[in-house]
C-alpha cells in the first residue's frame, strides 16, 4: 500500500462531514470556515508508544486515547471542538492496526462532531499527535487563572480510577472482577467532559482538565491564579471500583496523585453555587464534587482527618 492509499482508505472521510470545512484531506492544506464572530481555541498532544500508554494497547483504545486528551484540553476552556489533524508515525502498515486505529478514533470524533482535514504520515516508532481546533465566543473562555481566594474547588467524576486502571494493567495493583473492569475501561477509555466544559462557562472562574494528577494539575491552576489550595482528602469523591481493589489510603493516593483522569477540576465563587447546580443537573452531566477551596498565599495543601498529608507532585517529563 503506498502512503497515498493508506491516507485514503483510512483517515481521508474520518468523523463526520462538517459544512464548515471547505476543504479537507488532500491537498497540501485544509480550508476551513471558522464561524463569524468566534475565536478559535487550538490545543496539541503527542502521545508516544510505551510512554503514554503501555506498548501492546489496543489500536483502538489508541485512536480513542489520542483525540480524548485533545477533547479535554477543549473541555477545560469551554469550547466547542470541530476539526482536528493527525500526524501519525508508525513502525509499519499494518492494515488490521490501521483499521482498529481508525474506528477507535472515528468513534469518539463522532459522539463530539470532529471532523479529520488533515495530517501527516510518515514511518518510525509509533507516536501519534493530534492537533483540535475548535471556538467560542471571545471573551468566554474558561482560563487556569481565575481563581480568587473563598473560591470552591470541584472536580467532575472519580478521579484515580484511570491510574489505578493502569496499575492494574501493569501488575502494580491486583483484583479482579467487576472492579477491575470498571477501573481498566476509565483507563482504556477516557471520557472527555466537553459538554460539562461548556456548560462552565459564565460559573466557573477557573478551570484545568486533570491529565497529570488532580495535586498537581491544582497546583498549576493556583499558580496560574496567583492563590493557594487546599483539599480536604475525606472529599474526594472515590468510586466504588477504586476503594474496593485500592483500599481508602491508597484509593486517595490514586486521585491525588494519579494521571490519565482527564476530568475537569475547577473552581466556583460562592456566589455561582447555584448556578453551577443548575449546570450540573442538566443532562448528561457528570457528577461534580466539591474538595476543597482557594485560599490566599501558594501552593497546595491537603488536609486528613489527622492532619496534613503529602502533597504528590504531578506528572512531568523532564524531572
Ligand atoms: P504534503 O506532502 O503536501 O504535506 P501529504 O502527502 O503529507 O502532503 O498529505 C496529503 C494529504 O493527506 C494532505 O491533505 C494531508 O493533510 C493529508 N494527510 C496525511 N496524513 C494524514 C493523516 N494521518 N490523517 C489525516 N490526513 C492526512
Ligand atoms: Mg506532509
Not at 470498571?182 to 456548560?199: I, Y
Request: aromatic share 6%; glycine share 14%; net charge negative.
Amino acid at each position: 500500500m503506498t502512503e497515498f492509499e493508506l491516507i485514503e482508505r483510512y483517515f481521508a472521510r474520518l468523523g463526520p462531514r462538517r459544512t464548515d470545512v471547505a476543504l479537507g484531506v488532500g491537498d497540501d492544506a485544509a480550508l476551513i470556515d471558522v464561524p463569524a464572530g468566534q475565536q478559535l481555541a487550538v490545543a496539541a498532544d503527542t502521545l508516544v508508544a510505551g510512554r503514554h500508554f503501555p506498548v501492546g494497547t489496543r489500536a483502538d483504545d489508541i485512536g480513542w486515547r489520542a483525540l480524548a486528551v485533545n477533547l479535554s484540553d477543549l473541555a477545560a476552556m469551554g469550547a466547542t471542538p470541530a476539526w482536528a489533524t493527525l500526524a501519525l508515525t508508525l513502525p509499519e502498515v499494518d492494515e488490521g492496526w490501521l483499521e482498529s486505529f481508525a474506528a477507535g478514533f472515528a468513534l469518539l470524533a463522532g459522539q463530539h462532531g470532529v471532523a479529520l482535514v488533515g495530517g501527516d504520515t510518515t514511518r518510525g516508532p509509533l507516536v501519534l499527535t493530534v492537533q483540535l481546533l475548535g471556538y467560542l465566543a471571545p471573551g468566554t473562555a474558561l482560563r487556569r487563572s481565575g481563581a480568587r481566594p473563598g473560591d470552591l474547588v470541584y472536580v467532575t467524576g472519580w478521579p484515580g480510577d484511570a491510574a489505578a486502571g493502569l496499575a492494574l494493567l501493569e501488575g502494580r495493583l491486583s483484583g479482579g472482577g467487576a472492579a477491575r473492569a470498571a477501573l481498566e475501561e476509565r483507563f482504556r477509555r477516557p471520557e472527555p467532559r466537553v459538554a460539562f466544559g461548556q456548560r462552565l462557562k459564565g460559573v466557573a472562574s477557573a478551570c484545568i482538565d486533570v491529565s497529570d494528577g488532580l495535586a498537581g494539575d491544582l497546583g498549576r491552576l493556583a499558580a496560574a491564579s496567583g492563590v493557594g489550595a487546599v483539599v480536604r482528602a475525606q472529599e474526594l469523591p472515590l468510586s466504588r471500583a477504586l476503594h474496593a481493589l485500592a483500599g481508602e489510603a491508597r484509593a486517595r493516593e490514586f486521585a491525588l496523585g494519579g494521571g490519565d483522569d482527564y476530568e475537569l477540576l475547577f473552581t466556583v465563587p460562592p456566589a455561582a453555587r447555584a448556578a453551577l447546580a443548575g449546570a450540573a443537573a442538566s443532562s448528561g452531566a457528570p457528577a461534580c464534587h466539591c474538595i476543597g477551596e482557594i485560599v490566599a498565599g501558594r501552593g497546595v495543601r491537603i488536609l486528613g482527618e489527622r492532619g496534613e498529608l503529602p502533597v504528590p507532585r504531578g506528572w512531568d517529563h523532564f524531572s
